[in-house]
């Protein structure tokens, strides 16, 4: 079992940044194991979709839409991912969740809400 807790979301201007962290928590062995982690963002009547992953290798993918404006980092020695989104619009606006991925499953965060108005 992993246990994921996220911070760091708001209210904000348009054009301002915000910073998300998640935190991941286990028995040490199930920390070890985890290969990629990621954000997704979810609006009401929308599916979730992936906003930006890291790999344990810190091989990063972004969606189309944040590219150049997020940027997605970890560290290891305390088991947190971090997403620094800077130029924030209002279409960045939902519920930000962190995943950890292990080879046979996935975990999820609370969510955290980020609300960027005009």
């Known amino acids: 079992q992993v246990r994921l807790v996220e911070s760091g979301g708001g209210l904000v201007q348009a054009g301002k940044s915000l910073r998300l962290s998640c935190t991941a928590s286990a028995a040490s062995a199930s920390i070890f194991r985890i290969k990629t982690m990621g954000w997704y963002r979810q609006v009401p009547g929308k599916q979730r979709e992936l906003v930006a992953q890291?790999?344990?290798?810190?091989?990063?993918h972004y969606a189309d839409s944040v590219k150049g404006r997020f940027t997605i980092s970890r560290d290891n020695s305390n088991n947190t991912i971090y997403l620094q989104m800077n130029s924030l619009k209002p279409e960045d606006t939902g519920v930000y969740y962190c995943?950890?991925?292990?080879?046979?499953?996935?975990?999820w965060g609370q969510g955290t809400q980020v609300t960027v108005s005009s």
């Open positions: 890291i790999t344990s290798e810190s091989i990063t």
């Open positions: 995943k950890a991925s292990r080879i046979f499953d996935d975990y």
